[in-house]
């Protein structure tokens, strides 16, 4: 989606669709958000209410990209290898999904794509892919909750990455 702008969302706005998105969701260990199971639940027929998309694994070689969502057809599709690394605890992997449902959430009711000019990038606040991360690394990680963890604890009790749980701790650190 480069080069193509959404409706402006700030990093505030974005990370309180996610607390609120975590919050209907029964959580059983309350840190750790169990995205595959979550977005294999949300696709079933059913039980995606308003949401309503699809949900494919697809063979590596199908997709250019890691996981791809498209918001005409309603259609998620992720390479096998990365739906198997997340049901694994892989971090990266886990965050593909999550960034992936970033997009579904937030970017489902979008009609109004528009491309940027040639050569210009929307600002992060109208850029699609920035405010899917935003959306993952709040999904995975609840600000709320790590407390004065170290970067090390929150990424094993949230299942991420160390180089997301860093982030999230900085993060967590600027707002003090």
Known sequence: MDKVSVPPKSKEEIINIAKKFRKTIPLRDGM????????EWLSRDGNSGDIGFDFEVVDDNSLNHYADYNPITRVLKVQQSVYLGACNNNGRDRFTLAHELGHVVLHSCVNNFAREKTGSCPPAFR???WQANTFGSALLIDRDQIGNMSPAEVANKCGTSLQAAEIAV????KKR
């Open 32 to 39: 750790y958000f169990p995205v595959v199971e979550i977005i």
């Open 127 to 129: 850029n699609p892919e």
């Open 170 to 173: 900085n993060d967590k650190k």
